[in-house]
């Protein structure tokens, strides 16, 4: 596979989505970064990369978008190692919600989350009782954004679909006439994706199902992967 230019289409997937669901103008572009690619919005510092949100025309939040590219372990197939989705308020620069994933994730943390930016006092106070008793686990228990929201791990994780929505129909953020039609294509494009990437790590359970429903399925002689991370991993 050649990675520069699946890296490339993917960044125009992403834009077409992004195009069809937000108003305003931007660029998505594929770098290359550490011998992977990483889609994220076009500019020269951190701080301008970002899409500009607006209700009624007036900007009052951005989001950030940061999808790490290669190859699957196998060398065959394009895999998302790593990707940040944040969406950050005009009026401090805080984030204020962040959805990440890290297929590398080697500590106790969730390889796919949502942090949550926010204060609720009933909350501390259960992170502060927590925090007295276990310290090495609870150990900011008045920062709720350091709480890790465990949201499907790797194959079943939100897509950016599912944010764009989000912010559309819980935040109210202007949107292009067609956007539904641009969120249901990309994420089916997203779920098919993700479903034969299911089925390589458990061909045997994909096998199963499809005998059952009138298929004629031959086991390869190899042995097949059983996707220890698929099962286990949150």
């Known amino acids: 596979m050649d990675l520069n230019a699946s890296a490339g289409n993917f960044a125009q997937e992403v834009q077409d989505t992004l195009e069809g669901v937000l108003p305003g103008s931007f660029q998505i572009v594929s770098i290359s970064h550490a011998g992977r690619y990483v889609v994220r919005p076009s500019g020269d510092e951190p701080s301008k990369q970002h899409i500009p949100l607006s209700v009624d025309g007036a900007v009052l939040a951005t989001l950030g978008v940061q999808i790490y590219l290669g190859l699957d372990s196998s060398g065959k197939y394009l895999k998302a190692w790593k990707s940040k989705i944040a969406v950050h308020s005009t009026l401090d620069r805080t984030p204020l919600v962040r959805q990440e994933f890290d297929a590398g994730m080697t500590t106790a943390v969730p390889m796919a989350h949502w942090h949550v930016h926010a204060d609720r006092g009933s909350l501390s106070h259960l992170l502060g009782r927590a925090h007295a008793v276990r310290p090495d686990i609870v150990t900011k228990p008045h920062d709720m954004s350091s709480l890790h929201f465990p949201v499907g791990g790797e194959r079943f994780r939100p897509c950016l679909e599912d944010v764009l929505e989000f912010l559309v129909r819980e935040f109210g953020i202007d949107r292009q006439p067609q956007w539904e039609t641009?969120?249901?294509?990309?994420?089916?494009?997203?779920?098919?994706?993700?479903?034969?990437?299911?089925?390589?790590?458990?061909?045997?359970?994909?096998?199963?199902?499809?005998?059952?429903?009138?298929?004629?399925?031959?086991?390869?002689?190899?042995?097949r992967s059983q996707g220890e991370g698929v099962r286990f991993r949150w």
């Open 182 to 223: 641009a969120i249901r294509d990309g994420r089916e494009k997203w779920r098919r994706m993700q479903f034969r990437a299911t089925v390589r790590d458990l061909q045997d359970e994909a096998a199963d199902v499809l005998v059952k429903h009138g298929w004629t399925v031959a086991a390869p002689a190899e042995p």
